[in-house]
């Protein structure tokens, strides 16, 4: 039972990343029709902020934190306003192209500054001692797991109220839902984009602290992580922010249990499944996942008429 429970805190805190990065490529994509592939770079370089600031620079690590998740964010503006801006009216996939163009060169710079050494992002929690983490009933819980939790649970009703209740957030909804009948209605949709790539920006910068912080590093393949977050967004759906946090709690939850329960897989199949395959086995859920639901478990079917 505390193998289930260690695996089960594991998977949703995974997951709750996931979403954070998620909710961010919905949010593109439900605004611009483009699935943006330049996520996983604002993810790292929002790591790779708060580690220059924290390690190299000796500033006081929740101020580099804080400057890092708006330096992310101001990050994504910047790169709407100047490479996608001009591609507004271009073909979908000339544009998710683009942003393929925009992750590599982000990564690019990024990898210079890293180099081969792994890079830390200093210590959030130096106060708490126990290396880190707290023992319940034999479940290890480690802060940096619990922050990524309370932080996406936090996140993702600030982000449910803010579309509800916002004037810029009912704005958004509405763009998203019809650019046309948008800007019938005076809605500066230049601007909601902005803000989008704002808020993902956002988004992509805190998980990009839990996927590198703690014990974890910063390393030229830190990005990967951060891709896995492309299976939980098909899943759900791509135009389903519900469907997003879904998805990513099933990804999360899937790696959890794989982890730990792997061997017993083994000898049930009667063959070894490698050392990595709970980074397989997400995909292969969203492989099955797809042959019953296309568009995703919250997806919405697109129907054009002829």
Not at 238 to 263: F, K
Request: proline share 4%; net charge neutral.
């Amino acid at each position: 039972m505390t193998i289930f429970l260690q695996a089960t805190f594991e998977g949703l805190s995974l997951g709750s990343v996931y979403s954070l990065v998620a909710i961010g490529l919905v949010l593109v994509y439900k605004a611009t029709d483009v699935l943006s592939f330049a996520h996983p770079a604002l993810v790292v370089v929002g790591a790779g902020v708060i580690s220059a600031l924290a390690v190299d620079r000796g500033v006081p690590f929740w101020l580099a934190f804080i400057i890092g998740i708006i330096a992310t964010g101001l990050i994504g503006l910047i790169v709407e306003r100047t490479f996608l801006r001009p591609m507004v009216g271009e073909p979908v996939f000339s544009v998710a192209i683009l942003t393929i163009g925009i992750d590599l060169l982000l990564r690019t710079i990024l990898n210079n500054w890293i180099g081969l050494n792994p890079r830390y992002l200093g210590d959030p929690f130096p106060s708490f001692g126990n290396f880190g983490s707290l023992v319940v009933n034999g479940v290890t819980l480690k802060y940096l797991e619990l922050a990524a939790l309370f932080t996406a649970i936090i996140m993702i009703s600030f982000l449910t109220i803010f579309f509800k209740k916002s004037k810029y957030g009912v704005a958004m909804m509405a763009t998203a839902y019809d650019q046309e009948a948008a800007l019938a209605q005076g809605i500066n949709v230049g601007r909601i984009f902005g803000l989008v790539w704002l808020i993902a920006g956002v988004l992509a910068g805190f998980a990009g602290f839990f996927i590198t912080g703690g014990f974890n590093t910063l390393t030229q393949t830190s990005f990967i992580s951060a891709l896995r977050a492309l299976p939980a967004v098909v899943i759900g759906g791509l135009d389903s922010i519900p469907g997003a946090v879904v998805g990513s709690l099933i990804i999360g939850l899937t790696q959890g249990y794989v982890a730990y329960y792997q061997i017993n897989i083994e000898n049930i199949v009667g063959f070894s499944l490698g050392s990595g395959f709970s980074l397989i086995a997400p995909y292969l859920i969203m492989f099955f996942i797809l042959l019953i639901r296309p568009d995703g478990l919250f997806g919405r079917e697109e129907v054009e008429r002829v």
